[in-house]
């Protein structure tokens, strides 16, 4: 899971990036009325309006798929925080005591080894 988390983080830092690259090669609305008075854009590749729906569109495309690689990795963080994450916190775990006592042994069970906190009683 390790890997596929990697690999989605490095998707949408390059959709990121994708998407910045261009909304900033969009042309403004103001920018149609010098094309039709002979801007030169109708000589262009996509035609004079086929390069605003092209770019529109591929942008719409890739906030899609941030959006959804946002709401994976944001799932994915989810759960993998919810796991325990110390040996301590899983129900499993056995006290260090007992690990190297041996789990039984009358060691183990006897609150001599354990510092008592000193009580606060002023009697």
Excluded: C, W
Excluded at 25 to 38: E, I, R, V
Excluded at 103 to 120: I, L, R
Aim: proline content about 3%; glycine content about 10%.
């Amino acid at each position: 899971m390790n890997l596929f988390t990697s690999i989605l983080t490095v998707i949408h830092l390059v959709t990121a990036i994708a998407i910045v690259v261009l909304v900033l090669l969009q042309q403004g609305k103001g920018a149609d009325m010098g094309a039709a008075f002979g801007g030169g854009s109708s000589q262009s590749v996509f035609g004079s309006r086929g390069s605003a729906n092209f770019l529109s569109r591929t942008t719409g495309i890739l906030a899609a798929v941030f959006f959804a690689t946002g709401l994976s990795l944001a799932y994915m963080y989810t759960k993998q925080s919810s796991a325990p994450t110390s040996v301590m916190a899983s129900e499993n775990a056995t006290p260090v005591e007992d690990q190297i006592n041996g789990a039984g042994s009358e060691a183990s069970q006897s609150n001599g080894d354990v510092p008592m906190v000193p009580s606060t009683d002023s009697n």
